[in-house]
């Protein structure tokens, strides 16, 4: 049974998550709407993930500082202002940076609130449904980001006449035929607003004034290098920080890969891209239902396995001409990727609650997994920008993810054998 206010927690970051994604592909065609060349699209993600990178050392401290569900409220604001700071024309970089500052915060919030509220017993199925929406918001994100710049939906808007008028509105707001995809974002994110407000209450980790206030300290950055060092020198903790980050790094890669690949191999419309997306949201669903079903965290180890098959099949999926045989790859992909984070999540958050506080675990994760994120998708941008064919990119890709969970496989033989063995937690 999960605690009071655990579904409201799930329903208010996947609304964020969802507007969070659909605003990337809004702007990845307002990019193009106003010249930018097609390299850019990738910077954005850069400028939204940047916040991740830089503030990690103290985000732990804020969510832990706060009472959580009030500073995800606060947060998901941030986010609004964000992208009413791209409706009224400022430079998109600018706008992403943002958003993604709110995100970065919001993120130990809630993934600390699960790891306070939740039995370790559940811990692997609350991860379960968190991990199946921060995904299914990412794709299904994706997927409406693609409704949003259609033809269709932009035509509607202009029918209606939207901000065509004369007076503040073309005065005040950026000149864009994707004003209509804008509000709708902006609709999600005060969506997300107003359910967060029943997500559970808890205490805040630091209860007193002096502690809370002090938390941009500069010694917070040793602590921060500290707590990174402690999770990835657990044995437990540091295979799952591995799996995880090479994962998210390659997975944030390869959102902008299959957009463009759809769109040059296959002869997709931006839109159509971004629906091709929600074949690989399904295997996400249903691998992850299987691995909180079937995977308990003394045989989460196990799932390095699907990790390998994984970056095979990404590999494959790139050299797929055929729509068929596409959405069948890339179902695969989902599934298998579903698999093995949820698992890995689990263990991780498992093994960072004992070493370490809650918001600060999820901190140095986020550090992680962001810093991979940032060097995979700056050297995709370089490649892209240099001329490097995009099939050849998605099976370095894959051929990377094989080879690196292979190698953590190889060299984790002894913690299987105990995997095998053991039912008792680690």
């Known amino acids: 049974m999960m605690p009071k206010g655990f579904y409201w927690l799930i329903a208010a970051q996947f609304l964020s998550g969802l507007a969070d994604s659909a605003l990337l592909i809004v702007g990845i065609a307002f990019l193009s709407e106003q010249g930018y060349p097609p390299w850019w699209a990738p910077v954005l993600k850069l400028t939204f993930t940047f916040s991740y990178v830089a503030l990690a050392p103290w985000v732990g401290h804020v969510a832990d500082a706060f009472i959580k569900r009030d500073l995800m409220i606060l947060m998901n604001a941030v986010k609004f202002a964000g992208a009413i700071f791209l409706l009224l024309g ?21 993934y600390g609130l699960v790891t306070e509220t939740v039995l370790p017993k559940l811990l692997v199925r609350a991860n379960g449904w968190l991990e ?22 932009v035509d509607l808007w202009s029918a209606w006449g939207l901000f065509k008028g004369p007076g503040w509105q073309q005065s005040y707001l950026v000149d864009s035929r994707y004003l209509g995809a804008l509000i709708v974002v902006l609709i999600l994110y005060l969506s997300a607003g107003l359910v967060n407000a029943g997500v559970m209450h808890r205490p805040p980790h630091f209860r007193n004034l002096h502690c809370a206030n002090s938390f941009v300290n500069a010694r917070y950055l040793k602590t ?203």
């Open 90 to 110: 400022l430079h998109p970089f600018l706008c992403f940076a943002v958003v993604g500052f709110g995100a970065s915060v919001y993120a130990p919030a809630k």
């Open 132 to 153: 199946v929406t921060v995904v299914l918001s990412v794709l299904m994100g994706v997927g409406i980001g693609g409704w949003l710049v259609s033809s269709w939906w």
């Open 224 to 426: 921060f290098v500290a707590a990174n060092r402690s999770l990835w020198v657990d044995p437990l903790g540091g295979l799952a920080l591995a799996v995880t980050t090479i994962f998210w790094g390659v997975s944030a890669v390869m959102q902008f890969a299959v957009i463009e690949w759809a769109q040059l191999v296959l002869g997709f419309s931006l839109s159509g891209a971004a629906y091709l997306q929600a074949t690989v949201a399904l295997g996400v669903v249903v691998g992850a239902w299987v691995s909180a079903a079937r995977i308990t965290l003394s045989r989460s180890v196990l799932v390095l396995f699907s990790g390998v098959l994984l970056g095979v099949v990404v590999a494959l999926a790139a050299l797929t001409v055929s729509i068929e045989w596409a959405v069948v790859m890339l179902w695969l992909v989902g599934f298998l990727g579903g698999a093995v984070v949820v698992p890995m999540n689990a263990l991780l958050q498992y093994r960072g609650q004992r070493k370490l506080r809650p918001g600060l675990s999820i901190a140095v994760q986020g550090f992680n997994e962001n810093l991979a994120t940032l060097v995979l998708l700056a050297a995709y941008a370089g490649f892209y920008r240099d001329g490097v064919g995009l099939v050849s990119m998605m099976v370095m890709l894959g051929s990377l993810l094989s080879t690196a969970m292979g190698f953590l496989l190889l060299n984790n033989c002894a913690w299987f054998k105990w995997a095998i063995r053991s039912q008792a937690s680690p």
